[in-house]
């Protein structure tokens, strides 16, 4: 799996864009971006992925540059409700192993 | 959609004790996991399925058992609880098909067990 760099943590103000970075140099051509998160005790929340091209959900878009290297979650508003562990995860699509959370970033949302 | 449903939400057992943790998914999702989670830790997968009648260990399968005898359910057994099996359990699935969809995975809320 090819490592991610993300800031350890970022704060956003309630009703702002929240940009999240994550950075994943070694990024091999049929790895995809996943992002997730989690909210203190719990389970992990699936928020958007994609191999090439930028994705928008109900949630969240995700912008992958052009050479893969990198990738910004964006939530377009952020809650209180979106203060979280944010998981920028990059793996092969395979269902015989783990997820793997990295460290992550904790976003916290500011009134 | 209900989505992932897990029971119980909370358990103490006492060492050699056994226990099933149920699972349940609404979403006709093929793949269905088991995770457990340590205090600070990742998740460490425990049992996976493909589908009905089909399972496979996954990193630390040791003290666990599973069954899916239907695609909507994939119980846990625990048979001689432990006190290293202490951890918070989550249960998840996914659609499994291409295009990055079988980590595309929606988690139930989770089983904290107490093994005392």
């Known amino acids: 799996d090819a490592k991610t760099t993300q800031p350890p943590s970022m704060d956003c103000a309630e009703g702002r864009a929240a940009n999240l970075p994550c950075n994943h140099s070694t990024i091999s051509g049929n790895e995809y971006v996943y992002w997730y998160r989690q909210i203190h005790s719990q389970g992990p929340q699936y928020i958007i992925h994609g191999l090439k091209n930028n994705e928008t959900n109900e949630m969240a878009s995700l912008i992958i540059t052009e050479d893969r290297k990198s990738s910004t979650l964006i939530l377009p508003h952020a809650t209180l409700r979106d203060t979280a562990v944010y998981y920028c995860i990059v793996m092969v699509d395979t269902g015989r192993r783990a997820l793997t959370f990295g460290s992550g970033t904790r976003l916290q949302v500011q009134p | ?116």
């Open chain 2, 1 to 116: 959609n209900a989505g992932v449903t897990q029971t119980p939400k909370f358990r103490i057992l006492k060492i050699g004790q056994s226990m099933t943790l149920q699972c349940t998914q609404d979403m006709n999702h093929n793949y269905m996991y088991w995770y457990r989670q340590d205090p600070g830790m990742g998740l460490k997968l425990i049992y996976y399925s493909v589908g009905a009648g089909i399972t496979d260990k996954g990193e630390v399968p040791n003290g666990y058992n599973v069954s899916r005898s239907t695609t909507e359910d994939f119980p846990l057994r625990l048979e001689l609880a432990a006190p290293s099996q202490t951890s918070v359990y989550f249960c998840a699935s996914s659609y499994g098909g291409a295009g990055g969809l079988r980590k595309t995975q929606y988690f139930g809320p989770g089983t904290r067990l107490l093994v005392l």
